[in-house]
């Protein structure tokens, strides 16, 4: 060989006996002015560009991570250097022992040093990035004489798109080279090639996954997706607002823990149904869409969720705190019965709702219902109203005159709302149809008689107007036969779990909008905030926040101006369902002592002095 190279220098042509790709090296070498003795000129990375370079062939580098070492093992003590370098012939990184390592850097066969065909001549490296294909260099094959003394096995690694991005290069002494050396170069090329598309498929995968995360984020629907074995993956804000839980308290949980699932549903049907009820008791429906390998395997599903079609044959109360349990029982033991019945609490706070559930629960309810504002009509209307005029009682009235609510209701539920804003007139009219239960029209003579459940409903003190005299006291003890009393917003703030979902629901339903979710730290304004209008503040509150999002989840940003308040620190939180309790269980032993500590106390088998900390703790008003 070292004839070759020698005739090959004088100008004098070689028949055979020289690789084409060797010769073309060769040829190009001399073009490239490169001194065949030694190389003049290095091209060598200080400390500080060798560390840039390789932050910039961060990917090479973790590609070649776990192959370098196996390439050392596999040449072993055998005295070679194994070389990971970048596409422009520098060199990254080296692996090796032995005396050729020494020789090696003599040379600049080592990281930082560039191994290019125009700096190098003809050499493993260099060659085979020009070639673009793996290739030995031998001895003599080196254009410069000063590394005849080695011989040299690379291959170039390449990217999905088949651009070379680097080598690997294996060299040593002449004296020890085998042939198949060139096998392991490219195993090691191949395998870093392999590393290079899985590190390339972890980003594309995280980049849908981002995508994913953020179309779900955004989505209207209650999105869920769960995986072959049925664990929840993902679901959107907005289905989890439906459950009513919390993103994180479903996310990696069984779907049967989260729906109530058949066993085995996912390996056998193709159309899964899975069923839940949300906290308020709420039918959630789901659908799903599976999805399968090739060979029909299952690898997960997609489903939506959504609340079944809001119940209209009734009105629904929402909320599950100890307080609204306690009025539920009430409701359902005052329906059973058909004594009148007064309903007390501020305005908004669900008067008119329970007024309709005791009639739909009661043996009233194939009869009418018929409700009635006794503040929103002048005196004089407000008893024609009720009890009807007959033909000809005043000018202009019509002609057979016309029936009045009593009337109207009669085998049915009247329910007077604002009745502590009724004139005492109207009142004087209102007990005697009660005591006789029969109506006669103004200005007519002729009594009907009505068979009619009495609900009556007031956000006022009606005790106080008694004693103020503006209410009959006669009337107020045939009204408050049974009583319920509807606690504000502000007392039973852990309704607003399930209110807020059902609102978001309703909302969306009447609009023909596709649902929304909400962000979990909207609930502590929501919390913090004193709703003096009650649920009805808060139905329009969730309504307006729906009007002006900008996105299909609900965020602080969306809260109109004066629950955007910093939430005050002492409601931040939900109340515990301990203190909601204790509070209820001192509430309900002050009713029964009509408001006196020391009976109180004596109830709840706890001293005075506890039971005054205990009132002034949970800001109860005794009267
Ligand atoms: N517990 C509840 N669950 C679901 N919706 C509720 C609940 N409480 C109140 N609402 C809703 O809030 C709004 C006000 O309720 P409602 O009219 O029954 O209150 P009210 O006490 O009669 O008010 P007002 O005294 O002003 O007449 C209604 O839209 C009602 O549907």
């Not at 055998?78 to 520098?90: D, H, I, P, Q």
């Not at 040593?172 to 050396?181: A, M």
């Not at 929402?318 to 019965?337: L, N, T």
């Not at 409601?571 to 509070?583: A, H, M």
């Amino acid at each position: 060989m070292n004839v070759h190279w020698r005739k090959f220098l004088k100008g004098e042509l070689i028949e055979n006996g020289i690789a084409p790709m060797i010769y073309r090296s060769w040829q190009r070498s001399v073009g490239y002015n490169v001194n065949h003795t030694e190389i003049s000129q290095n091209m060598i990375l200080t400390t500080s560009q060798l560390r840039e370079l390789k932050d910039a062939q961060e990917d090479i580098i973790r590609a070649a991570e776990s192959v370098l070492p196996h390439l050392g093992k596999l040449l072993q003590s055998a005295n070679y250097t194994v070389l990971l370098g970048e596409k422009k012939g520098f060199i990254l990184e080296a692996l090796g022992d032995g005396p050729f390592l020494t020789k090696a850097q003599k040379i600049h066969l080592s990281p930082g040093a560039n191994w290019r065909e125009d700096i190098k001549g003809t050499n493993a490296i260099g060659t085979a990035l020009t070639e673009d294909c793996p290739i030995i260099v031998s001895g003599c094959e080196h254009f410069v004489q000063e590394n005849h003394f080695m011989s040299c096995w690379a291959a170039p690694i390449h990217d999905l798109r088949g651009e070379i991005v680097g080598f690997i290069d294996i060299s040593g002494e002449t004296g020890n080279h085998q042939e198949q050396i060139i096998g392991i170069a490219i195993l090691g090329a191949r395998l870093i090639e392999q590393n290079l598309r899985t590190l390339d498929i972890e980003r594309q995968l995280k980049f849908y996954r981002e995508g994913a995360k953020l179309a779900i984020d955004l989505l209207k629907e209650g999105f869920i997706s769960i995986d072959r074995f049925g664990i929840v993956t993902n679901i959107s804000p907005s289905g989890a607002s439906l459950i009513g839980r919390q993103r994180n308290d479903i996310i990696g949980k069984p779907v049967a823990e989260v729906f109530s699932a058949p066993k085995g549903w996912m390996v056998n049907n193709q159309a899964l149904d899975l069923h839940l009820k949300n906290q308020s008791g709420h039918e959630i429906v789901s659908s799903w869409r599976r999805v399968a390998d090739e060979s029909g395997d299952f690898l997960g599903a997609f489903g939506t969720v959504q609340l079944t079609e809001p119940q209209t044959a009734g009105p629904v109360w929402v909320g599950s705190s100890p307080s609204s349990q306690q009025v539920m029982e009430r409701v359902y033991k005052a329906a059973a019965a058909p004594s009148s019945l007064l309903i007390q609490g501020e305005s908004g706070t669900g008067k008119e709702i329970v007024a309709r559930m005791i009639h739909d629960f009661s043996s009233f309810r194939e009869g009418p219902f018929v409700a009635l504002n006794c503040a929103a009509l002048p005196s004089s209307l407000l008893e024609s109203e009720l009890f009807g005029y007959a033909d000809g009682a005043f000018t202009g009235s019509r002609r057979g005159g016309q029936p009045g609510k009593f009337e109207l209701a009669h085998q049915g539920t009247i329910f007077l709302d604002e009745i502590g804003d009724m004139p005492l007139t109207a009142q004087v009219a209102l007990l005697r149809v009660l005591q006789e239960k029969e109506v006669t029209r103004i200005g007519g003579t002729k009594p009907h008689k009505v068979n009619v459940r009495i609900i009556a409903a007031t956000h006022k003190d009606l005790k106080s107007l008694v004693e103020a005299k503006m209410f009959r006291l006669d009337l107020y003890y045939r009204l408050k036969v049974i009583t319920i009393e509807l606690p504000p917003l502000r007392e039973r703030l852990e309704d607003i779990r399930d209110l807020v979902p059902y609102f978001i629901q309703k909302s969306c339903t009447l609009n023909q909008f596709a649902c929304f979710g909400i962000e979990d730290n909207v609930y502590p304004y929501l919390y913090a905030y004193s709703w003096p209008g009650n649920v009805r503040e808060l139905e329009n509150c969730i309504e307006s926040m729906i009007a002006m999002a900008d996105s299909h989840v609900l965020t602080v940003d969306d809260l109109p101006w004066e629950l955007r308040q910093t939430p005050d620190s002492k409601r931040i939180e939900s109340p515990s369902l301990l203190d909601q309790q204790t509070k209820q269980t001192i509430l309900a032993a002050l009713a029964q002592t009509q408001g006196k500590i020391a009976p109180a106390a004596r109830l709840l088998g706890i001293g005075r002095n506890t039971l005054y900390r205990k009132i002034k703790e949970f800001d109860i008003s005794v009267l």
